[in-house]
């Protein structure tokens, strides 16, 4: 409970705690801890070499790995595909030739930052899996128009 530790940090005299609390409430309250972003899941098992394996949107998915866009369409019946929107543990590295670290390198350059990590696993079948995030993109309200200089054809 919120109150009860804002009361014992203000007992004990913990002042950079306060202030991170205060920060805190006041972010809550104006609504910025409910920004939209969008997530992917990467996670990396040391089978058969390095199996890295992606779960999240599919278009989120084909626009940092524009790579993989064919076989995301053509996939139907694969066990990774989720539904028509979203796959689970699709075998990236099965279809482009990238490990761990340029994965995580890309998805960085893309504007996501890793919010959450966990590994696990016995010594046959190890993982890693990293929680990735990336704020949404404010655009423009209302359709955007260009103008193109138009001719009269012959």
Known sequence: DYTLLYEEAKYFQLQPMLLEMERWKQDRETGRFSRPCECLVVR????????????????????????????????VNAGWNHDSTHVIRFPLNGYCHLNSVQVLERLQQRGFEIVGSCGGGVDSSQFSEYVLRRELRRTPRGPSVIRIKQEPLD
């Open 44 to 75: 990396v098992a040391p089978d058969l070499g390095e199996r890295i394996t992606l779960s999240g949107d599919k278009s989120l998915i084909e626009e940092v790995f524009p790579e993989i866009g064919d076989v995301m369409c053509n996939s």
